[in-house]
C-alpha cells in the first residue's frame, strides 16, 4: 500500500510511526498525540499524518476510536488456522505465554433444544456447562462456555482442569478427534466484554465448536469468545 503513495513525507512519517511503536516510545493500547502535534514534531502537514495513520491502520498497526483518538492496536499473540483443532490451553501455550482459568460457574443443567440436536443421537439427561474466564500471562483472553455429559466428568474434578480435552482424555477416556466450528464477530457483550477488559468498540470473535470422537461421537460442546485484538483466524483454502 505505501508503495503507492507518491508523497514522500508521508512515508517517511509513516516509518517514523512504526519505528517509534517498534522500539516501545508509543506502547500498545497507548494514544497518540494528536495529528497536530505529530505534524509539528515530525516537521510534516496534517494532512501527510492524516495519510500516515490511515496507512497504519490498514495494516492494523493503528486502531481509530471515533470521538476518542488513536491508539496502538494490541498485537495478536497468536494467529491460527482455524482448521487446527486445538484446546485453548495450546493454543495460548503456542504463543510464548503462560494460560491459566478463572472459574465463573459450573452447574448441572438441563438439555435445550440446541442441545438434543448438537449431541444427537446421544440421550443426555444432565449437563455439566463451565463457565471461564482463559488468561494469557495473566491477562483476560478467552471467555469460555463448555458442555458436555456430566456423568463424563465430575464438577469437583473440572475445578483442577486447565485443559478439557485433557480431563475428558484422562478422566474419561474420550479423544477428541475433530470438530465442526463456526466464527462470527460481534460487538459489545454486556456481561462478557467488561470481563475481559475490552473497550466499548472492541469486537469480539465468537467460536461456536462442536466436537468429536474418531467414532463421530459429539463429546464436548464449546463457545468460546475471544477477544479480536488478542487472537485472530485464518482459514487455508485449496484448489480441488
Request: net charge negative; aromatic share 10%; glycine share 4%.
Amino acid at each position: 500500500m505505501i508503495s503507492n503513495i507518491n508523497n514522500h513525507a508521508t512515508i517517511t512519517a509513516v516509518d517514523h510511526l512504526k519505528s517509534l511503536i517498534e522500539e516501545g516510545y508509543y506502547k500498545e493500547k497507548e494514544k497518540l498525540p494528536t495529528d497536530y502535534e505529530l505534524a509539528k514534531d515530525f516537521g510534516v502537514t496534517r494532512q501527510e499524518i492524516k495519510e500516515a495513520i490511515d496507512l497504519l491502520e490498514e495494516e492494523n498497526i493503528l486502531v481509530r476510536r471515533p470521538g476518542v483518538g488513536v491508539f496502538v492496536h494490541t498485537k495478536p499473540i497468536l494467529s491460527s488456522g482455524i482448521e487446527q483443532l486445538g484446546s485453548v490451553t495450546e493454543m495460548i501455550e503456542r504463543s510464548g505465554k503462560k494460560p491459566g482459568a478463572q472459574y465463573i460457574s459450573a452447574e448441572i443443567t438441563k438439555p435445550t433444544d440446541d442441545d438434543r440436536k448438537r449431541f444427537s443421537p446421544l440421550k443426555i439427561d444432565d449437563f455439566a456447562q463451565l463457565e471461564r474466564v482463559r488468561t494469557a500471562d495473566g491477562e483476560p483472553v478467552v471467555y469460555c462456555i463448555d458442555k458436555f455429559d456430566q456423568r463424563l466428568l465430575p464438577l469437583d474434578i473440572i475445578h483442577t482442569q486447565s485443559s478439557i480435552f485433557n480431563a475428558l482424555k484422562t478422566y474419561a477416556n474420550k479423544h477428541i478427534d475433530y470438530g465442526v466450528a463456526y466464527i462470527e464477530p460481534i460487538g459489545y457483550h454486556e456481561k462478557i466484554s467488561p470481563i475481559l477488559n475490552c473497550e466499548p468498540d472492541q469486537a469480539l470473535l465468537l467460536l461456536k465448536q462442536m466436537h468429536y470422537t474418531k467414532d463421530n461421537e459429539p463429546v464436548l460442546y464449546s463457545a468460546n469468545f475471544f477477544r479480536a485484538d488478542v487472537f485472530s483466524f485464518y482459514v487455508l483454502r485449496k484448489r480441488l
